[in-house]
């Protein structure tokens, strides 16, 4: 069975710079879009970014447009999320999950397989 791990989350000061993984054991991602979601205390999960199978469509939301990078290694079963020029407002637990398809509407139900999410804060 897919499982998806998430990496690469700590604590970074405004302005600064991450990059999550999320890994994939179980099965190879050639054939999975994957998406990255983030929710922070009192608020719903909400998309960031996703990346369709192949890696040739990508969709950010635009809080994060310009800001984030998703990429994807099908060999590496790893999917990537460049994050620079970090804000308070940045700060969330995020997640990766599983879907058929990337569209510019991040549908959660549509998402199939979640990891378990990495904690990102954003603070001085």
């Known amino acids: 069975q897919l499982q998806l791990v998430e990496s690469g989350g700590g604590l970074v000061q405004p302005g600064g710079s991450l990059r999550l993984s999320c890994a994939a054991s179980g099965a190879t991602l050639d054939y999975y879009a994957i998406g990255w979601f983030r929710q922070a205390p009192g608020k719903e999960r909400e998309g960031v970014s996703c990346?369709?199978?192949?890696?040739?469509?990508?969709h950010y939301a635009d809080s994060v447009k310009d800001r984030f990078t998703i990429s994807k290694d099908n060999a590496k079963k790893t999917v990537y999320l460049q994050m620079n020029s970090l804000e308070p407002e940045d700060t969330a637990v995020y997640y990766c999950?599983?879907?058929?398809?990337?569209?510019?509407?991040?549908?959660?139900?549509?998402?199939?397989?979640w990891g378990q999410g990495t904690q990102v804060t954003v603070s001085s």
């Open positions: 990346i369709s199978s192949s890696g040739g469509t990508t």
């Open positions: 999950a599983t879907n058929w398809r990337c569209i510019s509407k991040f549908i959660p139900s549509e998402y199939a397989y």
